[in-house]
């Protein structure tokens, strides 16, 4: 169900302002969406939002943008989660991507998986955020093995939720092991041909062997100033989105542009979270980005109304109602 827009905003905002009406995506394939980025690249950018837990409100973050400009962001992000509560609330997670890609926005999904060396629930710290050794990631990515079969068991959760928007026709910007570089993670911190690249490369080959052919396969690394991000990616044929999370600074900088452009090759780039909204002059002079995530609680935390007005109002901007893949 949809929020009207805050009086407040609404005079705000003047009635030249107002959204584009939407109009429902038809059920399709993943290329559909991935022909769709491609060809907006270099002149247009979709807007998007983050919506962390708790996953029975899996909405309530869109809602905050609506709030304050009138507008539907163009992409929904949601996570499929760890702890309990959430994980059991994951049909609502799921029924909402239905609603978002009904409405006329795409869908991202990330997943927050506990490590295998805790239960299949966790908390955050200590269960996301943790930290394995180099023995157990390896017991992890080789078949056979107690960790690898728990592992599995996991992944084999999520696949029936993946399968409901395959059926729905709903394509999935899916962003697992987000941050690949970075060692907050359990599987982060672990570059060359054994280490991230092959986890992700493992959960393609078993998602693909479940059928879940509506997955766009989103790579992403966090803008961490020590580089070298290449030998955490797991290769052309494993990634369709080439993804940066800026935390480190509140925009990727040039340096950051050019090394995911590097990497991409040519596949459609992102920046998978961010907190401060783009601004006009990252808009004019990193043109290539695909679409922006803004996380969460960081719209309203990290930024002022006018700003997140700035971006959504932006030309380039794609907003729900502006994004047309069919």
């Given at each position: ?41 270099g002149t247009s950018i979709v807007s ?71 239960g299949r629930t966790c908390e955050f ?23 690898n079969q728990t592992w599995r068991a ?173």
């Amino acid at each position: 169900m949809r929020i009207p827009l805050a009086a407040g905003a609404a005079l705000l905002l003047g009635a030249a302002l107002l959204p584009v009406p939407a109009s429902a995506f038809p059920a399709t394939g993943r290329t559909t969406v991935l022909n769709y980025l491609r060809s907006i690249t270099g002149t247009s950018i979709v807007s998007g939002q983050h919506n962390k837990e708790p996953a029975s409100a899996p909405g309530q973050y869109t809602a905050q943008v609506n709030a304050i400009t009138g507008q539907w962001p163009g992409l929904w992000g949601g996570d499929l989660m760890f702890r309990a509560d959430d994980v059991n609330n994951r049909q609502r997670v799921v029924d909402q991507a239905k609603t978002e890609w009904a409405n006329g926005s795409l869908v991202a999904l990330t997943w927050h998986a506990c490590s295998p060396t805790v239960g299949r629930t966790c908390e955050f710290e200590g269960g996301v955020k943790t930290r394995i050794s180099d023995a157990q990631f390896q017991q992890v990515v080789t078949g056979g093995t107690a960790l690898n079969q728990t592992w599995r068991a996991r992944m084999a959760e999520v696949v029936p939720y993946l399968r409901q928007l395959r059926d729905a026709g709903v394509p999935v910007l899916w962003r697992p092991f987000h941050e690949m570089n970075e060692t907050w993670n359990w599987w982060g911190g672990r570059p060359g041909p054994n280490g991230g690249a092959k986890i992700f490369q493992q959960m393609k080959d078993y998602f693909d062997s479940q059928g879940l052919t509506n997955l766009i396969w989103v790579w992403n690394v966090q803008d961490n100033p020590a580089g070298g991000w290449s030998s955490y990616y797991p290769g052309t044929t494993y990634a369709d989105v080439v993804s940066l999370d800026v935390w480190y600074k509140n925009h990727p900088s040039s340096g950051d542009y050019t090394q995911v452009q590097s990497i991409a090759a040519g596949k459609p780039i992102a920046i998978a979270e961010m907190g401060k909204v783009p601004s006009a002059a990252l808009l004019t002079s990193q043109p290539r980005w695909a679409y922006f995530m803004v996380w969460s609680e960081q719209l309203r935390g990290n930024n002022t109304n006018a700003e997140i007005q700035a971006a959504y109002f932006h030309p380039r901007v794609l907003n729900q109602g502006e994004v047309r893949i069919g």
